[in-house]
């Protein structure tokens, strides 16, 4: 392998999303696709069923709650191919409805992957971004709908143009304090785990972009948020509308923008489409 070499990388994508996300990478982006999951055989197994499409996908472990996992994928990447084109942050969690685990627990835990894990990725990886790179974050509208239902007082902190990654972080600590406090709705917040960690993926996504504009702004990546849309997985369950393949459709354009494009950048996209955040 060669710096010369294109790389894309899909996190959590041994299924689902993820997975339909790293087929049509394979199919339509000009190099490399790693296709990464924190289970090793469901990875393999993964990528054995896209060499049975004919297709060529990479395998390498990731565990995004696992920092030195991250960087062993980090010093991959950097010998393999000199940094990264294409980042997907699909990998994420989400507790049943009506699972009985206490509300407090969901929050911590869904919390540690889905905004610090995704976190501790772009902390790592968005370093190794090429000019031209495209970084999706795969989000949800349940961060629109939850944002929604947050006091003024939060809401405008999580609308706030000059918000830092500090104050964000501070959030969304907060939040899972305040649950263990059982003062969680007293302080303004939404009954939603899920939502409120996918309110903090969205704000994360407008804050890189923003620096990103600031400290790279020659180099023209794309940073993006998006939706997939309802869509039949493990994890959403058997009567959402969307097959996987029609959810890996928003995150593979935002993934493939052409090098020549200067947006959407830092938006909330659904539908390939930027939404009022």
């Known amino acids: 392998m060669s710096s010369a070499t294109r790389v894309a990388l899909v996190t959590g994508a041994n299924k689902g999303i993820g997975f339909a996300i790293a ?32 297709l060529s996908p990479r395998f390498h472990l990731l565990d995004i709650n696992d920092l030195q996992s991250i960087r062993a994928l980090r010093d991959f ?60 974050n795969v989000s949800s509208v349940v961060s629109l709908k939850a944002l929604k239902k947050c006091s003024p007082e939060l809401q405008q902190k999580f609308r706030s143009e000059a918000i830092t990654e500090e104050e964000l972080v501070g959030l969304m600590n907060k939040f899972v304090e305040d649950t263990k406090k059982g003062v969680h709705r007293k302080e303004g917040w939404p009954d939603t785990a899920y939502g409120v960690t996918k309110i903090g993926v969205t704000v994360l996504s407008r804050i890189h972009a923003r620096n990103l504009s600031e400290q790279r702004r020659g180099d023209k990546i794309l940073l993006n948020a998006c939706c997939p849309g309802w869509v039949r997985t493990d994890m959403a369950g058997p009567k959402a509308p969307k097959s996987p393949e029609e959810g890996a459709e928003t995150p593979v354009y935002l993934a493939l923008l052409p090098s020549d494009a200067d947006g959407p950048h830092g938006g909330f996209v659904m539908e390939k489409k930027v939404e009022q955040w």
Not at 98 to 112: G, L, S
Request: with cysteine.
């Open 23 to 54: 087929r049509d990478l394979c199919r339509q982006f000009s190099g490399d696709v790693v296709l990464t999951a924190r289970d090793e055989a469901r990875g393999r197994a993964a990528v054995q069923q896209l060499q049975a499409e004919g």
């Open 77 to 136: 990447l950097r010998k393999e191919y000199g940094g990264l084109d294409v980042l997907v942050n699909n990998a994420g969690i989400a507790f049943k409805t009506d699972d009985p685990t206490p509300f407090h627990i969901q929050a911590e835990v869904t919390m540690k992957t889905n905004f610090f894990g995704t976190r501790d990725v772009c902390t790592e990886l968005l370093p190794l971004m090429k000019p031209q790179g495209r970084v999706v």
